[in-house]
């Protein structure tokens, strides 16, 4: 999964959350789960709002990067659906820091969907980047160590040549971000942000898991009335995810557990409870609780500048939640 960093202060671009997370136990009741009939359903509207969205822009082709994540495979199982597999078109870019499973996850993806797929190592654009500019890097930061600087510079490789496909092609890049990732700006301006139009951006991370089980093993999902099997790779779904930007990195290094995350995403957006209300109702870690909401307040100008995408939760961001960038309130106090 190509993605950037989560922002601390405002204008940055930070992954880490500026220390380690006191890491919450995950209460059940607190797991956002959608019944099986429920992921029916928002299979069938996103599978409808990016078919009707490519017909009346006039796209007859989608292009998109497939890095053997869990967002990217469910991402192109809904293109597939929505506008066939002929029309879709699957890049690997694998960097330097890239698994080989994640590669062969992307490939058998493609493969059992049926999708052209070619790969393009990032590799020569982002060792010319990092020589470009070591060199006044150096003189400006006194020569201190790479870090998430280092880590957007593949994400925004990775969009430029994604863009400069759909450029030459005519097909509309769809990016794979989900909610959870978008509401606490885990993802990279002009990197994995870049696009026409988002599938998943009002989808938090745990329903793409649920999403991604469903379609493999109900009986009753069309992909598996399609295909005949299982579509979606079965390490892809188990594997820890990974942004792979730089060696052994995994999301829950600076990320609380999705379970986690995605419950008081939930509560602060959609429901608009405040800070306070969110850690006596699930007993999380104050600091966690108050730390998220802060990231989700401080990435509003990220989302002011991502794809349009599609609403399937009671408030998705963007049309459904309309909130100023510069601001100087605090809402995350606990007093």
């Not at 380690?20 to 928002?42: F, K, M, Y």
């Not at 991402?75 to 960097?95: E, F, K, Q, W």
């Not at 594997?239 to 829950?252: F, G, V």
């Not at 957006?269 to 999380?284: A, D, F, K, L, M």
């Amino acid at each position: 999964r190509h993605h950037g960093a989560a922002g601390n202060p405002v204008g940055s671009e930070s992954r880490s959350f500026g220390g380690q997370d006191a890491r919450p136990t995950i209460d059940s009741s607190n797991r956002i789960e959608t019944p099986r009939d429920g992921l029916a359903s928002v299979y069938a509207a996103l599978v409808m709002g990016l078919r009707d969205y490519c017909a009346k822009c006039g796209f007859k082709k989608i292009v998109m990067g497939l890095s053997g994540g869990i967002d990217s495979a469910v991402s192109c199982a809904i293109a597939v659906a929505a506008i066939g597999a002929d029309n879709v078109h699957g890049i690997g870019m694998p960097s330097r820091f890239s698994s080989t499973g994640s590669v062969d996850d992307a490939r058998e993806l493609a493969a059992n969907l049926g999708v052209r797929f070619d790969l393009l190592p990032i590799e020569p654009a982002h060792a010319a980047m990092e020589n470009m500019l070591a060199g006044l890097f150096t003189q400006l930061t006194q020569n201190l160590p790479g870090g998430v600087t280092e880590e957007n510079i593949q994400a925004r490789v990775r969009g430029n040549l994604m863009m400069a496909l759909s450029n030459k092609t005519g097909a509309m890049l769809v990016t794979t971000g989900n909610k959870s990732e978008l509401a606490v700006g885990y993802c990279t301006l002009y990197g994995d942000m870049c696009g026409g139009f988002s599938v998943l951006s009002d989808v938090p991370k745990t329903m793409v898991y649920d999403l991604a089980n469903w379609m493999n093993d109900d009986a009753a999902s069309p992909l598996r009335q399609q295909f005949g099997k299982p579509v979606i790779p079965v390490d892809t779904i188990t594997k820890p995810p990974s942004a792979e930007l730089r060696p052994n990195q995994t999301d829950q290094d600076s990320l609380p557990p999705y379970e986690v995350l995605d419950a008081i995403i939930e509560r602060y957006v959609e429901r608009e409870e405040s800070v306070p209300q969110i850690i006596s109702q699930t007993g999380y870690d104050a600091a966690t609780v108050q730390r998220i909401a802060r990231l989700i307040d401080l990435n509003e100008y990220k989302r002011k500048q991502a794809a349009p995408g599609l609403k399937i939760t009671g408030r998705a961001f963007g049309f459904g939640r309309r909130m100023p960038i510069a601001q100087r309130y605090d809402n995350t106090t606990t007093a």
